[in-house]
């Protein structure tokens, strides 16, 4: 995927590489959701444009509440 592809909201390569550090190290989707939120990118624009993040995500537990 080349910048153009990515929206408006990563104009470099080293805003890139953060978003998608930000995302692998989320720890809830609820995290993910905050992240796209600030990034301005819809779901849908994420699940698009980063399938291979977004297949991450899936697996990820839908909220920060511990495990008891």
């Known amino acids: 995927m080349d910048e153009q592809d ?3 909201f990563l104009v470099s390569s080293r805003e890139l590489d953060a978003f998608e ?3 692998r190290t989320a720890r809830s989707k609820v ?3 905050e992240i796209l939120h600030v ?3 819809s779901e849908d624009g994420f699940t698009r444009n980063f ?3 977004a ?3 899936r697996d990820l537990p839908d909220d920060d509440s511990p495990c008891t």
């Open 51 to 53: 399938p291979y993040l």
């Open 39 to 41: 990034h301005d990118l």
């Open 55 to 57: 297949k991450d995500v």
């Open 31 to 33: 995290e993910v959701a």
């Open 6 to 8: 990515c929206g408006d």
């Open 21 to 23: 550090l930000m995302i």
